[in-house]
DNA sequence: CGCTAAATTGACACCTCTCAATGTCCGTGG
DNA sequence: CCACGGACATTGAGAGGTGTCAATTTAGCG
């Protein structure tokens, strides 16, 4: 394969960052800390899609701050077969289910070509020890993610089919727009089988309800690019309300 | 209700605690640390079966750690009905979810007269930037508690019904081996009904299971106490080698 | 332009949910 | 001590959503 420039970001510190405080969250950072933080942090990686970040077993060295693209999170069952616990985009952190045993517990693979930085966990806790501050935005960062988990969970165990892809499509607007892009048109990452693996549910089905979402005006779909056309229906979908088969068009 | 007297476990002190080491896991915490968090811990609340110890939207004031008894976690849908995410046992912490807003995201019930340690979560913050392993440790258990949601996002995901509840009594036996308690008999603090919601099928599925794994061999249900009678055959279950329907007694 | 992976669509089966009835346990009060 | 009541648990019958299998179409990429 070859390898492919990635797009320069021109974001050699973390105070010009673009996502600062997404991946940061909290008040501004102190030029001390963000300094503190720019020491530590290599910003020059570059990731072609396939290639795979982590794996479950490696040491812990380094965790991962993503400037752009998109990584999938998996583990491997016993079985070998992959579930995906899901997907981290821009200003996101990964790695923080490693800490626990200083080994990673699941495996990041690009969905596209990435660009992250690398933030040294040794020098990283020296400096969150000497910097109380950002080690509180890390601490929010993995209560974030507790409860993220806890949602995909709540999503996954009392959602229909079609409420959790709306529930999806939802969350990948909501990332969009928290990072100023349109809220409506959606660039999908990973394939079908991904999103069906990571929503439960199977490529099929995850096929068959894009036409359905498709049909019923909420959605157009071509190829891998989603746009949104009624955000009010389509949390209608998650609320329950779903586009039923498209027999009962003429609704009584 | 009548106000039951909880066991006294005559645990003043965290050196002294039976779960120390599930509570903060690493290499024994030195005599400063343990004095330090010492005294921030207050160790005398107990709570009656049914009582609620945070909801969603409280503020964070303080972090938790079952000394004795048991609770469950739960988030409610829009709807209104709840969605367990947990249950948490003796020598557990709950309520990181809530660092990142400094408000709790789920809320915490006790499942039977259960005996808690309260963490106040500004002095714990001051703490952990004076005592680095300690904020270690805490580090730690949060890593932890996002790699049990993903096991369970797996386990909801993948398994049948039978894979699911062999799982979750795999899980409590394991917890009670770590506790040095028996990994055969085990006495479930929760209805049948918070199993299914926990692990997300129905009640008559759960006692369906039981039923079909006690014809089996695996297992005896005696209201609340389940014994494991062959932990072989129950992580046969848990990898798919599910007792089929009864009919097929007599496999070719 | 052709090859391969990805996506779509249909038919069918089955696991699990829902609804319903019955049985059991335990706390309460007579 | 026993009877009662309500929550909890068990069991059965039926329905429906989703997975599986299979065939075809489309898209991506060398």
Same mark, same amino acid.
């Given at each position: 394969?070859?390898?492919?420039?990635?797009?320069?970001?021109?974001?050699?510190?973390?105070?010009?960052?673009?996502?600062?405080?997404?991946?940061?969250?909290?008040?501004?950072?102190?030029?001390?800390?963000?300094?503190?933080?720019?020491?530590?942090?290599?910003?020059?990686?570059?990731?072609?899609?396939?290639?795979?970040?982590?794996?479950?077993?490696?040491?812990?060295?380094?965790?991962?701050?993503?400037?752009?693209?998109?990584?999938?999170?998996?583990?491997?069952?016993?079985?070998?077969?992959?579930?995906?616990?899901?997907?981290? #985009? @821009?200003? *996101?952190?990964?790695?923080?289910?490693?800490?626990?045993?200083?080994? +990673?517990? %699941?495996? $990041? &693979?690009?969905?596209?070509?990435?660009?992250?930085?690398?933030?040294?966990?040794?020098?990283?806790?020296?400096?969150?020890?000497?910097?109380?501050?950002?080690?509180?935005?890390?601490?929010?960062?993995?209560?974030?993610?507790?409860?993220?988990?806890?949602?995909?969970?709540?999503? #996954? @165990?009392? *959602?229909?089919?079609?409420?959790?892809?709306?529930?999806?499509?939802? +969350?990948? %607007?909501? $990332? &969009?727009?928290?990072?100023?892009?349109?809220?409506?048109?959606?660039?999908?990452?990973?394939?079908?089988?991904?999103?069906?693996?990571?929503?439960?549910?199977?490529?099929?089905?995850?096929?068959?309800?894009?036409?359905?979402?498709?049909?019923?005006?909420?959605?157009?779909?071509?190829?891998?690019?989603?746009?949104?056309?009624?955000?009010?229906?389509?949390?209608?979908?998650?609320?329950?309300?779903?586009?039923?088969?498209?027999?009962?068009?003429?609704?009584?």
């Amino acid at each position: 394969m070859t390898v492919k420039t990635l797009p320069d970001q021109k974001c050699q510190s973390c105070d010009k960052c673009p996502y600062c405080e997404i991946c940061l969250p909290g008040k501004s950072p102190t030029s001390s800390d963000l300094s503190a933080l720019n020491n530590i942090i290599d910003k020059r990686r570059g990731l072609n899609k396939g290639e795979i970040l982590y794996k479950a077993g490696d040491p812990l060295l380094r965790l991962y701050a993503i400037k752009s693209g998109s990584l999938k999170i998996y583990s491997l069952s016993q079985a070998g077969d992959e579930q995906i616990t899901g997907f981290s #985009i @821009s200003g *996101e952190i990964v790695g923080f289910d490693a800490i626990f045993e200083k080994k +990673h517990k %699941s495996f $990041a &693979q690009a969905l596209e070509n990435t660009s992250i930085c690398e933030i040294d966990y040794a020098q990283l806790s020296r400096a969150l020890y000497r910097h109380q501050e950002m080690n509180m935005r890390f601490m929010r960062l993995m209560s974030q993610e507790i409860s993220v988990k806890k949602e995909l969970l709540m999503m #996954i @165990s009392r *959602e229909t089919a079609p409420q959790r892809l709306a529930s999806f499509l939802l +969350h990948l %607007s909501e $990332a &969009q727009t928290r990072r100023n892009l349109s809220p409506d048109v959606i660039k999908l990452t990973m394939t079908r089988y991904e999103i069906g693996n990571c929503i439960s549910l199977s490529v099929e089905t995850i096929s068959r309800l894009f036409s359905r979402l498709h049909d019923a005006g909420i959605i157009t779909v071509k190829g891998r690019y989603i746009t949104i056309l009624d955000q009010v229906l389509l949390r209608d979908v998650k609320n329950g309300n779903l586009c039923q088969a498209a027999k009962s068009e003429n609704h009584p």
